[in-house]
């Protein structure tokens, strides 16, 4: 009888589950297994960008104006499909042009896209000839270290898959975060993805001086800016500030942009300020966007901590540049520079470049030495 009882439940089921459905008048019958729903992927980004203008930074004495001439760009408001190169001939004509009329100790043209807006602009970062103390770089290693752990080809790995999944639009243009680290390149949102971070969560602590003797050593570029993302899965950002902070001054752009974005990451929030200011107020003044736009978010946090404490120090040695950053149409310098100058001033006096300058120049004690 016990064994019935079992046995029951289980014979009404499959009675249920067999049984076939009534008919009913006006009622259109309903299949028995419902179809399979297919989900569309998001689609792919598109690679049509809006064209909205070039400037030119680091212009000490050379005429503007003439310099826009000669670099001759597009009329913005063009759009342009950037993964099949159209832009590209622009860049490769323009700058032999520039240089043939003005050579300079430096001379870089950088396209920053904005992939919320799918617009870009083209920035000309030059150093006129008697500033070249704006490239004061570290020698370059010229070591080879071995790769701790799998850590850095891991990374590798990661990010080709990341990309990957980017360019088919399974991934999000603008979304962040999703990783353990403290600051994310993309995340691990994606069921693809997930499995890769455990290895940088473990891994990365247990190898962080290996990993800094490859951000100081190594001979490869590549290697050296891996290494330096990777250290933002130690385990305070004390221990990271002090991995990173002699980074700064790289001769690769890609190692200092990494080591200034995380000293900016580090100080974020804090109660008291974590990150050296020399090196930060060195690196407004190096020569391409990447340098001065991650220094001067580094310089809005260390400003957030501490206010206009050392408003005299920071506008003396790089009063000057904050301001021209601050004129810029390019979002990225722009923004932070007006942010930290905001701050020291106690005002935020807009979008008026003349009156941030005449500030400064009431403000400061001393003009800069460099």
């Known amino acids: 009888m016990n064994d019935l009882r079992k046995l029951l439940p289980v014979g009404l089921l499959l009675c249920s589950a067999c049984a076939t459905p009534a008919r009913s008048t006006g009622m259109a019958s309903l299949p028995s297994t419902p179809a399979p729903v297919e989900v569309a992927s998001p689609p792919a980004p598109s690679p049509l960008y809006l064209f909205e203008g070039v400037e030119v930074f680091g212009i000490r004495k050379l005429p503007r104006e003439e310099l826009l001439r000669l670099i001759g760009m597009p009329t913005p408001g063009a759009r342009f499909n950037l993964e099949a190169g159209e832009f590209t001939p622009y860049l490769l004509e323009s700058k ?60 590798g790995a990661y990010q080709q898959a990341y990309w990957k999944l980017r360019r088919e639009g399974a991934v999000s243009e603008t979304a962040q975060g999703g990783c353990q680290a403290l600051t994310c390149y993309g995340g691990f949102n994606h069921p693809q993805l997930a499995p890769l971070e455990a290895k940088f969560i473990d891994g990365v602590p247990r190898n962080a001086e290996a990993l800094v003797r490859v951000l100081r050593e190594d001979r490869d570029d590549s290697k050296r800016m891996t290494a330096a993302i990777l250290l933002s899965y130690v385990r305070s950002r004390e221990e990271l500030v002090r991995h990173v902070s002699p980074s700064v001054h790289d001769p690769f752009e890609g190692v200092r942009n990494e080591a200034l974005r995380l000293l900016g990451t580090a100080q974020q929030g804090q109660a008291k300020a974590l990150i050296p200011l020399e090196p930060v107020l060195e690196a407004l003044w190096f020569p391409l966007s990447s340098d001065r736009n991650k220094a001067a978010w580094a310089l809005v946090r260390i400003v957030e901590t501490e206010g206009a404490a050392r408003r005299e120090r920071i506008l003396n040695q790089a ?17 932070p520079a007006r942010k930290a100058l905001a701050i020291l001033a106690g005002r935020d006096l807009g979008e008026d470049v003349a009156a941030w300058r005449e500030w400064v120049k009431r403000t400061r004690t001393a003009p800069a030495t460099h």
Do not use: K, N
């Not at 043939?100 to 000309?124: G, K």
């Not at 540049?321 to 990225?332: C, K, R, T």
């Open 96 to 155: 032999p042009r520039l240089l043939a009329a003005h050579p300079l100790p430096f001379c870089r043209y950088s396209m920053v896209t904005y992939p919320p807006t799918h617009t870009f602009r083209v920035t000309v970062d030059l150093i006129e000839p008697g500033d070249e103390w704006r490239m004061r770089f570290a020698p370059a290693p010229t070591g080879t270290v071995e790769d701790p752990e799998g850590l850095i080809a891991a990374w």
């Open 319 to 335: 009063g000057e540049v904050l301001v021209e950053m601050a004129g810029m149409q390019q979002a990225i310098d722009r923004e």
